[in-house]
């Protein structure tokens, strides 16, 4: 499984995160409106320590 690498939304500084399996495998930094069917991760920024959110969504599923 690759990393994806995001950017903190509060500082900016990029970090990497792995899809929680083979079907989740779309970041997202917030939820579809309406949220659907995700997976959420909680990832510390090394530089800021903010708690990015990240949500977890299967390809198929966005519009
Ligand atoms: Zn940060």
Do not use: R
Request: hydrophobic content about 25%; glycine content about 6%; proline content about 10%.
């Amino acid at each position: 499984m690759s990393s994806i690498a995001l950017g903190c939304l509060k500082c900016g500084s990029s970090y990497e995160v792995i899809p929680p399996d083979g079907v989740y495998t779309e970041a997202h930094s917030k939820p579809n409106d309406p949220p659907g069917d995700f997976v959420e991760m909680k990832k510390e920024c090394f530089s800021c320590k903010n708690k990015n959110t990240i949500y977890w969504y299967k390809p198929e599923a966005k519009q």
